[in-house]
């Protein structure tokens, strides 16, 4: 079985994000970029089920800027056998990515695909529920835990309630969630070896998808400051200030 | 020819990934290594798997063929962690691998290389209990009998001894000192030959997690192929080559560990309130850290520099050693304001401030004492003013 992982690159999770002056995004130059935290765990997910012996080959992909090449040096280094970029300079929407991924995974025929569940960017939680909608193939999202079995998939979910368990019959879409595991370093020998690993480059045009926008940002803000809070001297105090302010 | 290393673009990944590490594990790790004194063994395979024994070992013994600017970055990224974790890897890679690579007969290179890259780990015997650089005064003793050499001596403040699978041992194959230390030679020693044993470790100052202890060697026989290149009377100078490569790792470290101290200082100084304000405020406290940025900026740049030097292959004695003496006693420096900036709560072993000053300390003192340094570059002055040369 061939596992298909897309990986986003986006701001660093440690980084602290600035808003750009004019309101019409966060401001990226000259901030560190890295592989999506979420994608960092669908890959790490598709390396266990090919050390189990469960999958043969896994390839990473990713959707954006030339640079996007170092996120997926760093999925080969962890452990993905190739990659294919495809490059653009534009923002990519949700349903653009869902749209080049049915086209990869038309010519890859993977088992899987393992994504992310939402990107730290733009948290929108949509490109894996498109892409089944769009390949017209079962979803398991939020995953917990992922079992692989002959040709179908069982997939514990993180939903409000609990978990909740689903088996899909692969082809099928995984969204990985936090709890699925801990990626792994890539280590020294292996980011060694992944230099060596094949990467294509294509552009949207080699699969025919149009990535011009459909959503328009009117506004980016930062949080409110949290404003500071009130030292009382005892419970009457306290007391009386909640009735002052209407919160009991 | 210069030394080009590893190829950049995948030696910034590796950074990228050593410095998460760094922050996500090795950190979070400090506390339980210095309430055990040990590094625990899983935090040690990872450091394996990573490839941190391997890091300057030639790429076809299973290294990263790093060159010296390229080590010593990692060294410095690593050593804003405990100073155990640098320990650990650094006798591996700054002496035997590199006495191992300059003086190694192939077979030898063979045999070792790809074990200390995969990470065994190594010892490094050259100081006693009455010499250290001072190799006139050497004890340990190795004879030829039969076929076999025989090595009996004490072997003092040996890191990683306690650990170490292989240890390369300096002893004298000659009664008479002789010009050019000709009368130490080097010899590989598997640690658990017979006649080979380990005292317990000593107790120190800092540096929690990282061990020395003594090496006694009684009637140990070591086949003639021991010898480190096969030749006699070449040890001190490949043990000499090894310590200024030492010297550099040093460097790298007080500069990896000062900027560690700097940021502790730094939020403290943030969150810290006195006479109703965070003391960073104040403009005393201001200095203490504007100096030790300029400092660790200074030091960080001679490093750099250094390195650079040696990978082009200049002549770099006086950079190596200035490098060294500067970045350890900046760093004791920072150490120390670091305690002062932390007032009172500085003197107390619960904040960070207090073993960063005692860890800070043996920065000066190994690998060469400042005071060393000082006669080496002295020396080295007067030898190129004599010589006439414009420098």
């Known amino acids: 079985m061939k596992i298909l992982v897309p990986v986003k690159r986006v701001i660093d999770y440690n980084v602290k994000p600035r808003v750009k002056a004019d309101g019409s995004g966060v401001d990226l130059a000259n901030v560190k970029m890295s592989m999506n935290p979420f994608d960092e765990i669908a890959v790490e997910e598709a390396i266990r089920l090919k050390e189990a012996g469960k999958a043969e080959e896994i390839v990473a992909v990713s959707i954006g800027p030339a640079k996007a090449q170092e996120t997926l040096r760093t999925a080969l280094a962890m452990g993905a056998d190739r990659a294919i970029l495809v490059e653009t300079d534009e923002e990519v929407e949700p349903l653009a990515v869902a749209k080049i991924l049915k086209a990869i995974a038309a010519e890859e025929e993977p088992g899987l695909i393992m994504l992310g569940k939402q990107a730290i960017d733009d948290d929108a939680n949509q490109t894996g529920q498109m892409l089944a909608a769009l390949m017209e193939r079962p979803q398991g999202t939020f995953a917990n835990t992922v079992e692989v079995d002959g040709d179908s998939v069982t997939v514990k979910r993180e939903v409000d309630g609990g978990l909740q368990t689903v088996k899909l019959t692969m082809p099928a879409i995984v969204t990985t969630d936090l709890r699925l595991n801990e990626p792994r370093y890539a280590s020294l020998p292996n980011i060694m070896k992944a230099k060596k690993k094949p990467l294509d480059s294509k552009t949207p045009a080699d699969y025919g998808v149009d990535t011009a926008k459909r959503l328009t940002t009117t506004n980016v803000s930062e949080p409110p400051v949290r404003q500071a809070g009130e030292k009382v001297a005892d419970v009457d105090a306290l007391v009386a200030k909640i009735k002052a302010l209407g919160i009991a | 020819m210069a030394e080009h290393g590893m190829d950049q673009e995948t030696f910034g990944q590796f950074i990228e990934q050593l410095e998460r590490y760094v922050r996500e594990r090795l950190i979070p790790a400090e506390e339980d290594i210095i309430a055990n004194d040990r590094i625990p063994e899983d935090i040690l395979d990872e450091m394996r798997d990573m490839g941190l024994f391997g890091l300057t070992m030639p790429e076809e013994y299973g290294g990263a063929a790093m060159n010296t600017a390229q080590y010593v970055e990692t060294i410095r990224v690593l050593s804003y962690a405990l100073p155990a974790y640098r320990s650990i890897i650094s006798i591996n890679i700054g002496m035997v691998c590199s006495a191992l690579k300059n003086g190694g007969t192939e077979a030898q290179k063979q045999e070792w290389l790809p074990r200390l890259a995969a990470g065994e780990i190594a010892c490094f015997g050259l100081t006693e209990p009455g010499s250290g650089s001072d190799s006139a005064a050497m004890q340990t003793t190795a004879r030829m009998d039969g076929n076999e050499w025989v090595l009996n001596g004490t072997k003092r403040y040996i890191t990683n001894s306690p650990h170490a699978k292989l240890g390369l041992i300096m002893a004298r194959t000659s009664k008479e000192n002789q010009p050019k230390n000709a009368h130490v030679s080097a010899f590989l020693v598997p640690m658990d030959t017979d006649g080979v044993s380990v005292g317990k470790p000593d107790k120190k ?138 007032g009172g709560a500085g003197y107390l072993a619960e904040y960070e401030a207090e073993r960063f000053y005692r860890d800070s300390r043996i920065y000066t003192i190994y690998e060469g004492t400042t005071q060393i340094l000082q006669l080496v570059i002295a020396k080295n002055m007067l030898r190129d003013f004599a010589a006439g040369a414009q420098r």
């Not at chain 2, 192929?225 to 100078?237: N, P």
């Not at chain 2, 660790?296 to 390195?307: V, W």
């Not at chain 2, 950079?319 to 920072?334: D, G, L």
């Open chain 2, 205 to 342: 100052m800092g540096q929690s997690g990282s061990h020395i202890a003594d090496v006694m060697l009684d009637d140990v026989r070591l086949p003639a192929d021991a010898l480190l290149g096969g030749e006699e009377g070449q040890g001190f100078r490949f043990a000499m080559q090894s310590l200024d490569n030492g010297r550099l790792s040093i460097a790298a470290a007080s500069c990896g560990y000062g900027k560690r101290i700097l940021d502790t200082a730094l939020r403290y100084s943030t969150e810290r309130q006195a006479f109703g304000e965070p003391i960073s405020q104040f403009q005393l406290i201001q200095a203490m850290l504007a100096d030790s940025r300029a400092e660790l900026y200074a030091g960080e740049c001679m490093l750099r520099d250094a390195a650079a030097r040696v990978d082009a292959k200049e002549k770099s004695i006086i950079e190596a050693a200035s490098a060294k003496m500067f970045c350890s006693e900046m760093c004791n420096r920072i150490a120390d304001r670091c305690v002062q900036v932390h």
